[in-house]
């Protein structure tokens, strides 16, 4: 059995999620530059069985692509260049983010900590994560 991976995308960072082997729990893992993210995944395949990618998809409110879509089909094509024996499933994130500082303010982290993007990013993957195992894959 392998774990789930998720990435909230984002052309600066990008926020990783993963679960745990028998896929119940959603966890932040890390967050990572664009331009590091193959050679990061290589390493963590070297030492965890990962059965599935999943993307956040940004989408506008009426359900259309959003400007930063092309950016995340980039990275998807990518995923799937190096990565060809993992499926690649992308969902909706829409609210992520906005969700995602909420949960911050909720968990008690200081202002200081909530402004830090990279935790925002990972808390959006869990998120992203944990909606894709909602929906029974």
Not at 34 to 53: A, G, M, N, R, T
Not at 64 to 69: C, E, G, L, V
Not at 72 to 77: A, G, H, Y
Not at 80 to 107: C, G, L, Y
């Amino acid at each position: 059995m392998g774990r789930v991976l998720s990435f909230d995308y984002g052309t600066k960072r990008i926020g990783i999620a993963a679960t745990d082997p028998l896929k119940i729990i959603a966890s932040a893992l890390d967050t990572i530059h664009p331009k590091d993210i193959i050679v990061y995944l290589k390493k963590y395949l070297s030492h965890e069985s990962v059965e599935c990618f999943v993307v956040g998809k940004p989408m506008k409110l009426d359900g259309s692509d959003s400007a930063s879509a092309v950016h995340v089909k980039n990275f998807i094509s990518l995923l799937n260049k190096n990565f060809p024996e993992i499926p690649v499933k992308s969902i909706d994130e829409r609210f992520t983010s906005s969700i995602a500082q909420k949960s911050m303010i909720e968990m008690g982290l200081k202002k200081k900590d909530r402004q830090k993007k990279e935790h925002v990013d990972q808390i959006s993957a869990v998120l992203i994560l944990q909606t894709f195992l909602d929906s029974n894959f």
